[in-house]
């Protein structure tokens, strides 16, 4: 079982910057892909940006260039830097990791509010 733990959200101007953080903790697991997902209210969950374990990453075209995924050194925590929100980026983000057996995990969720 893998266990995450989101922080970082909160509320901020349009044109400022968050950064979000995710740790994972577990017993054996082997990680695949790390990568953040947001769902704002009435609207499907969507992709933010995966990273994988060799460092290929996919952003949601919606936040190229605004926003960078990073890993922390001991591999089980990723960071989102946001930068240049909008108040359409305003929802809830998760943080999800894929392990090699192709188990997806979740984390609780972080209400980021941009306000205009």
């Known amino acids: 079982q893998v266990h995450l733990v989101e922080s970082g959200g909160g509320l901020v101007q349009a044109g400022g910057s968050l950064r979000l953080s995710c740790a994972a903790s577990?017993?054996?697991?082997?990680?695949?892909?790390m990568g953040w997902y947001r769902q704002a209210p009435g609207k499907q969950r969507e992709l933010v940006v995966v990273i994988t374990s060799d460092e290929t990453t996919m952003y949601g075209t919606s936040v190229k260039g605004r926003f960078t995924i990073s890993r922390g050194n001991a591999k089980n925590m990723v960071y989102l830097q946001m930068n240049s929100l909008k108040p359409e980026d305003t929802a809830v983000y998760y943080c999800?990791?894929?392990?090699?057996?192709?188990?997806?995990?979740w984390g609780q969720g972080t209400q980021v509010t941009v306000s205009s």
């Open positions: 999800q990791i894929r392990t090699r057996d192709y188990t997806d995990y």
């Open positions: 577990g017993s054996a697991f082997s990680i695949s892909s």
